[in-house]
């Protein structure tokens, strides 16, 4: 036990009146005149013995009265905490859980309308004199500063649901801001919330002694929620006229198996697909959805279905942009390619533009998809640099050496920037493919049937490379000396694909071949640009902007979304920003709505981009007090403590556990009774 006045204490030195009094008065006797004191012989030893028992009896209601009449003034406590109470000034920080899954509900009503109760309680259990911080899952700029009582209360009422998420140790941090440079000397953090132990990480939260941090858990009742989890294609090259197959993940989060789940896709506003699925409790399937593109251009699609009562999970969005032509450059050292343009010209898909090497354009790097060095003699530094440059930014190209090409040039403006083999030598053995690496990805959808013996290239003379290097890579075509013919190479976002051998006859036969077609027209079709299908909000990704230069800064591009009624209910200017040819778009969290936005450039539609909602929501998987509890007792996390957020005075709840259980009430109660009693002793039983 604890006082909150402890001076007050010295006023027990008042007891000693009771005493006194007792010593000076009670002991003096009254001298009474009778006749005949016979008949009290028989009751003069029992009445001197009540007598003394009564002013014993006197003396020790008046001393208890008087002790306990001190310690009310003394205000006693017992603590909950460690902490000593004390009256000062207070700093409160209260953090709302404002996330969808408070969209949920429990036997009281909705968690979120429970979580803005509470926190209101929390700021009335305080003095008007004490500030306050309210922050939600959107850490708004207007929420990092302290308010007054009245005002906190407004920020309160005015929160709303967000697709923002934040871990708890982020929260934490926020919190400690606001602290940082306050003097008030209670510091007192609040976190109101349904804990989703998808979003709990105590491990890298730090134990701050100087803040008392209180975690109030509000639970949902039921925890069944069934969303779409995420989409991709079975095959990475979307075609005109091609089936195409979407794997869509569905995951059941309950405990119950659901039957007979439909699943819908629509494409820019038309039905494409439609299934079903069925889930056994706490799994998830993958869904295939089979349809076929007959047209070019962009690509708004949404993925749905119905669950209740959690929704903002129910649909999926993902766009792209379905390419009507591959653009190539073949750069060469006359600006001619025979077989290189014997292979693309002559296909509508493709756009193939030659250029020499006296006449290099690099600002034209960035619109192509795919570019082919052929047989160029040597690799200037400055080529070098800008072909670094495409390769990292997304471009795909294809080195056929020149026939007597200058090596040290080669490794040193090229191979080695982008950590891939070098040559070492040149081998004029004779020799021939071997083998086509089968297993890779690179040849799906390539052969209808493959012979046992296949004819393949043969090769006259061929360039070595190193043993080592640190990209990513995949030999797609071995020599008979298991030597590489042909491999590709991972660097950055970008690909590279490298032969051993130019493509002049006297080296091999390879552009002869009949293999020659289907491996250039693979590679071609793989250099296809891959956007991304969908950005997640509250990530703020940057989003690539296509086929760019260095004049996109200059230029106003919109980002618009567009309402079930086509009109524009969305529309800012994103910034634009350009590194090494590579522009992108930084829209720095002002998207909060799921959905397909289309980036146009007056008024012309150029990309469309898609945003989701963080899965992380979707599992509603809560944690309870005691496993807060425990979950801090491992983390040994001696500032943090569980208050029930439920029923009850919430207010009551709070004063104890700053002030602890005060006991000045009961003192008083003490101290009348005892004087009470005194007054009995005295005045009845005389």
Same mark, same amino acid.
């Given at each position: 036990?604890?006082?909150?006045?402890?001076?007050?204490?010295?006023?027990?030195?008042?007891?000693?009146?009771?005493?006194?009094?007792?010593?000076?008065?009670?002991?003096?006797?009254?001298?009474?005149?009778?006749?005949?004191?016979?008949?009290?012989?028989?009751?003069?030893?029992?009445?001197?013995?009540?007598?003394?028992?009564?002013?014993?009896?006197?003396?020790?209601?008046?001393?208890?009265?008087?002790?306990?009449?001190?310690?009310?003034?003394?205000?006693?406590?017992?603590?909950?905490?460690?902490?000593?109470?004390?009256?000062?000034?207070?700093?409160?920080?209260?953090?709302?859980?404002?996330?969808?899954?408070?969209?949920?509900?429990?036997?009281?009503?909705?968690?979120?309308?429970?979580?803005?109760?509470?926190?209101?309680?929390?700021?009335?259990?305080?003095?008007?004199?004490?500030?306050?911080?309210?922050?939600?899952?959107?850490?708004?700029?207007?929420?990092?500063?302290?308010?007054?009582?009245?005002?906190?209360?407004?920020?309160?009422?005015?929160?709303?649901?967000?697709?923002?998420?934040?871990?708890?140790?982020?929260?934490?941090?926020?919190?400690?801001?606001?602290?940082?440079?306050?003097?008030?000397?209670?510091?007192?953090?609040?976190?109101?919330?349904?804990?989703?132990?998808?979003?709990?990480?105590?491990?890298?939260?730090?134990?701050?002694?100087?803040?008392?941090?209180?975690?109030?858990?509000?639970?949902?009742?039921?925890?069944?929620?069934?969303?779409?989890?995420?989409?991709?294609?079975?095959?990475?090259?979307?075609?005109?006229?091609?089936?195409?197959?979407?794997?869509?993940?569905?995951?059941?989060?309950?405990?119950?198996?659901?039957?007979?789940?439909?699943?819908?896709?629509?494409?820019?506003?038309?039905?494409?697909?439609?299934?079903?699925?069925?889930?056994?409790?706490?799994?998830?399937?993958?869904?295939?959805?089979?349809?076929?593109?007959?047209?070019?251009?962009?690509?708004?699609?949404?993925?749905?279905?119905?669950?209740?009562?959690?929704?903002?999970?129910?649909?999926?969005?993902?766009?792209?942009?379905?390419?009507?032509?591959? =653009? +190539?450059?073949?750069?060469? $050292?006359?600006? *001619?390619?025979? !077989?290189?343009?014997? /292979?693309? &010209?002559?296909? @509508?898909?493709?756009?193939?533009?030659?250029?020499?090497?006296?006449?290099?354009?690099?600002?034209?790097?960035?619109?192509?998809?795919?570019?082919?060095?052929?047989?160029?003699?040597?690799?200037?530094?400055?080529?070098?640099?800008?072909?670094?440059?495409?390769?990292?930014?997304?471009?795909?190209? =294809? +080195?056929?050496?020149?026939? $007597?090409?200058? *090596?040290?040039? !080669?490794?040193?403006? /090229?191979? &080695?920037?982008? @950590?891939?083999?070098?040559?070492?030598?040149?081998?004029?053995?004779?020799?021939?493919?071997?083998?086509?690496?089968?297993?890779?990805?690179?040849?799906?959808?390539?052969?209808?049937?493959?012979?046992?013996?296949?004819?393949?290239?043969?090769?006259?003379?061929?360039?070595?490379?190193?043993?080592?290097?640190?990209?990513?890579?995949?030999?797609?075509?071995?020599?008979?000396?298991?030597?590489? /013919?042909?491999?590709?190479?991972?660097?950055?976002?970008?690909?590279?694909?490298?032969?051993?051998?130019?493509?002049?006859?006297?080296?091999?036969?390879?552009?002869?071949?009949?293999?020659?077609?289907?491996?250039?027209?693979?590679?071609?079709?793989?250099?296809?640009?891959?956007?991304?299908?969908?950005?997640?909000?509250?990530?703020?990704?940057?989003?690539?902007?296509?086929?760019?230069?260095?004049?996109?800064?200059?230029?106003?591009?919109?980002?618009?979304?567009?309402?079930?009624?086509?009109?524009?209910?969305?529309?800012?200017?994103?910034?634009?920003?350009?590194?090494?040819?590579?522009?992108?778009?930084?829209?720095?969290?002002?998207?909060?709505?799921?959905?397909?936005?289309?980036?146009?450039?007056?008024?012309?539609?150029?990309?469309?981009?898609?945003?989701?909602?963080?899965?992380?929501?979707?599992?509603?998987?809560?944690?309870?007090?005691?496993?807060?509890?425990?979950?801090?007792?491992?983390?040994?996390?001696?500032?943090?403590?569980?208050?029930?957020?439920?029923?009850?005075?919430?207010?009551?709840?709070?004063?104890?556990?700053?002030?602890?259980?005060?006991?000045?009430?009961?003192?008083?109660?003490?101290?009348?009774?005892?004087?009470?009693?005194?007054?009995?002793?005295?005045?009845?039983?005389?």
């Amino acid at each position: 036990m604890n006082f909150l006045y402890p001076s007050f204490l010295f006023a027990l030195a008042a007891i000693a009146i009771p005493i006194i009094i007792h010593l000076f008065n009670f002991q003096r006797y009254e001298r009474i005149v009778f006749t005949n004191v016979k008949l009290l012989k028989d009751i003069k030893k029992q009445t001197r013995s009540r007598a003394k028992l009564k002013h014993l009896l006197v003396l020790l209601s008046r001393i208890l009265a008087i002790t306990f009449l001190v310690l009310a003034f003394a205000q006693p406590y017992i603590p909950v905490s460690d902490q000593r109470v004390a009256n000062k000034d207070n700093i409160i920080s209260i953090f709302i859980d404002n996330s969808f899954s408070m969209d949920a509900e429990n036997e009281n009503g909705h968690l979120f309308a429970q979580a803005k109760e509470s926190a209101i309680e929390i700021s009335l259990a305080y003095k008007p004199t004490d500030r306050f911080q309210v922050i939600t899952n959107d850490f708004e700029a207007r929420h990092q500063k302290t308010v007054n009582q009245e005002e906190v209360v407004q920020l309160i009422q005015d929160i709303e649901l967000s697709p923002e998420v934040k871990k708890l140790s982020e929260i934490i941090i926020r919190q400690k801001d606001i602290f940082r440079d306050s003097e008030s000397e209670g510091k007192k953090s609040f976190i109101i919330s349904d804990f989703q132990k998808s979003n709990l990480n105590f491990g890298k939260i730090e134990s701050d002694t100087n803040i008392s941090t209180t975690l109030m858990p509000v639970t949902p009742q039921a925890q069944n929620n069934i969303y779409i989890d995420s989409c991709w294609f079975e095959s990475p090259i979307r075609q005109i006229d091609r089936p195409e197959n979407l794997i869509v993940r569905i995951r059941n989060n309950g405990d119950n198996p659901r039957e007979n789940v439909p699943i819908k896709l629509t494409i820019n506003g038309s039905q494409k697909a439609l299934s079903s699925c069925s889930l056994q409790p706490n799994a998830y399937e993958d869904i295939v959805l089979s349809f076929t593109f007959t047209e070019a251009g962009i690509k708004n699609c949404e993925v749905s279905l119905t669950d209740f009562p959690v929704t903002f999970d129910d649909r999926f969005y993902f766009s792209f942009n379905l390419q009507s032509e591959l =653009v +190539i450059l073949c750069l060469s $050292d006359t600006g *001619i390619s025979q !077989y290189v343009n014997s /292979l693309f &010209e002559n296909d @509508d898909y493709f756009n193939l533009l030659n250029m020499g090497m006296k006449n290099i354009d690099y600002s034209k790097f960035a619109e192509q998809d795919l570019i082919i060095l052929n047989g160029l003699p040597s690799i200037s530094s400055g080529l070098g640099n800008e072909l670094g440059k495409f390769i990292n930014r997304g471009g795909n190209i =294809v +080195i056929f050496p020149g026939e $007597d090409p200058d *090596i040290q040039s !080669y490794n040193q403006n /090229l191979y &080695e920037p982008n @950590d891939i083999r070098f040559i070492t030598s040149f081998d004029t053995i004779q020799t021939a493919a071997y083998r086509l690496n089968l297993e890779s990805n690179f040849y799906a959808d390539v052969f209808d049937d493959i012979p046992e013996n296949m004819d393949l290239p043969t090769v006259y003379s061929h360039f070595t490379f190193s043993n080592f290097c640190t990209a990513e890579e995949d030999v797609l075509i071995f020599l008979r000396n298991s030597e590489p /013919l042909l491999t590709r190479y991972i660097v950055g976002k970008g690909t590279v694909y490298q032969f051993a051998i130019s493509l002049d006859k006297n080296q091999s036969n390879f552009s002869e071949h009949a293999i020659f077609v289907p491996v250039m027209y693979k590679i071609g079709i793989n250099s296809q640009h891959r956007s991304q299908l969908f950005y997640t909000i509250g990530d703020d990704t940057p989003l690539l902007l296509r086929g760019s230069s260095n004049k996109a800064q200059e230029l106003v591009y919109h980002l618009k979304r567009k309402g079930s009624n086509n009109i524009v209910e969305f529309d800012i200017i994103p910034e634009v920003r350009t590194i090494n040819q590579r522009s992108e778009l930084l829209i720095h969290n002002q998207i909060h709505e799921a959905g397909n936005y289309k980036l146009s450039l007056k008024d012309e539609n150029k990309e469309s981009y898609s945003f989701n909602y963080n899965r992380r929501e979707s599992n509603l998987d809560c944690a309870s007090s005691g496993e807060l509890i425990a979950f801090i007792e491992e983390s040994n996390l001696a500032n943090l403590n569980v208050l029930d957020a439920g029923p009850g005075n919430l207010a009551i709840k709070i004063e104890e556990m700053n002030e602890g259980k005060k006991l000045w009430k009961l003192c008083i109660i003490f101290a009348l009774a005892f004087f009470a009693i005194e007054v009995v002793l005295l005045r009845i039983l005389r």
